[in-house]
């Protein structure tokens, strides 16, 4: 006869079990410092309280306490205290060492959760400490800025699992990043130089409740609406597919595009290869080579992003809203996207007040960008796009907004009027158009072009 209640005991011992090994277990015991270490900066790390707390000090550069084992896939939550509104702090995840750095104490890398008191608020946000800088600011996702309480305790959730890694600050969503870097790393809690900010000196920073799960990882769905940065080169992740982006370039041909002015795509003057869509170098002159190609399918109000890489001195731009209605001699006629060499291409100095300067909108308004959000020459950079249906307009630089602009408007009229293109009537207001990518005789690589309609 079968034993209902044994089994009935034994099923639900196993739920226990199953149960148990789901749960986080803690990273911090509240007693000791047992399995981390201090490295590269000299500000002090202590246990009190059941906490562990740095001390800001004068004089020593980023200070880390990292985790002597590394981690792959995993959640992280834990309760963060930064005194000041003029400093930051943050969470190193997946993050390594180089230890001949920094003058030999050690120098930090990998992707950070950023802590923000600051006005600019980009707490949540995802750093790359001495690598590539900012991978997702909080422009990127401007109704998180608000998260952050200062001078309490603020609960952050982090979750790396494959190559996502996903961010909450006080059980609100707010970033998302895609990235082939870092299977696994150290996890480390930030003290950050104070530079010469002297009333940060002896200030802490308090972390609490440190506890991660490694194991029967559940990944948080996050709400629509949030914007991703997918490093990933010419992919779409099913949360991006559903929110309804496309690729506009698949990475191995040009199917969807076509020469300015053309039926077929140009025999010469464009390259594809490794993924990688690419302006062959010829006289530098405009769309004399190859020419320009567009998108065949034309666009109204939309949200576009694309990566791009210069060559030392190169010009290049993405257009849009391009009819190709105009007999124009070069290139096609359109609102453009600047994609210049700033320092090496002389254009950067024609103009009026740098409106042909990289992220511009070419020729019309300036980018207000600063020298730490670029990235070098030869590096790739993230630049998205996006046109309301209400005409409203914005331009992005490796996640930084450095424009805004209404097509049609008064503003946009008298701006038009002083330009180049005063001559062209209606200029930039046409209801829909093509995306270009110029030819301008300089090689420039293009790659994970994505846009979604509005």
């Known amino acids: 006869m079968l ?21 986080a277990k803690p990273l911090f015991d509240g007693k ?108 990127l ?25 996903k961010t909450w600050v006080n059980g609100s969503p707010v970033a998302y990043v895609i990235d082939t870097l870092d299977k696994s790393g150290f996890i480390g809690l930030q003290v950050h130089g104070i530079g010469n900010v002297l009333e940060n000196d002896g200030k802490k920073v308090y972390f609490k409740n440190i506890n ?23 992919t779409l992740s099913v949360y991006e597919k559903s929110e309804g982006y496309k690729l506009l370039f698949d990475g191995k041909s040009n199917a969807g595009w076509v020469g300015a002015h053309k039926t077929t795509f140009p025999a010469k003057g464009w390259k ?20 320009d190609i567009v998108t065949k399918q034309e666009y109204a109000a939309f949200d576009m992003s694309f ?42 100095k024609l103009g009026r007040d740098g409106n042909r300067t990289l992220a511009s909108l070419y020729d019309l308004i300036t980018a207000k960008k600063e020298p730490r959000y670029l990235r070098p020459i030869g590096s790739w950079n993230n630049a998205r796009l996006i046109v309301y249906p209400n005409n409203k307009v914005e331009h992005y630089l490796n996640g930084v907004k450095v424009l805004e602009y209404v097509r049609g408007s008064e503003e946009f009229k008298k701006l038009v009027a002083i330009s180049k293109y005063k001559d062209w009537k209606n200029f930039g207001e046409a209801a829909k158009g093509h995306i270009l990518l110029q030819d301008h005789g300089n090689k420039v690589d293009f790659r994970t072009i994505k846009i979604k309609t509005l």
């Open 3 to 23: 034993n209902i209640k044994k089994y009935s005991i034994l099923a639900l011992s196993l739920i226990s079990l199953s149960a148990a090994a789901q749960k």
């Open 32 to 139: 000791t410092l047992t399995g981390w270490k201090a490295v590269a900066g000299a500000a002090p790390y202590k246990v009190e309280d059941g906490m562990i707390i740095g001390t800001m000090t004068n004089g020593t550069p980023n200070s880390f306490l990292i985790t002597e084992k590394e981690y792959g896939d995993f959640i992280l939550e834990l309760d963060v205290k930064l005194e000041g509104e003029s400093t930051n702090s943050g969470i190193q995840t997946r993050s390594h060492i180089k230890p001949e750095g920094n003058n030999g104490k050690g120098l930090v890398f990998g992707r950070q959760v950023e802590i923000d008191p600051t006005q600019r608020a980009w707490t949540g946000g995802i750093y790359d400490e001495a690598r590539r800088l900012w991978l997702y600011p909080l422009e």
């Open 141 to 165: 996702n401007p109704a998180a800025k608000s998260l952050y309480k200062k001078n309490e305790f603020n609960h952050y959730r982090i979750e790396c699992i494959g190559n996502e890694l």
């Open 212 to 234: 991660i799960q490694t194991e029967n990882l559940k990944s948080k769905a996050f709400p629509k609406g949030i914007y991703t940065v997918n490093l990933t080169p010419n």
């Open 272 to 291: 594809i290869e490794n993924g990688v869509i690419s302006v062959e170098p010829s006289s530098g002159g405009e769309s004399t080579n190859g020419g």
């Open 307 to 348: 990566e791009f890489k210069l060559t030392p001195g190169a010009n290049s731009g993405v257009k849009y809203f391009v009819t190709l209605n105009e007999q124009s001699a070069g290139s096609a006629i359109g609102l453009e996207y600047q994609v210049l060499d700033d320092e090496l291409h002389p254009d950067a």
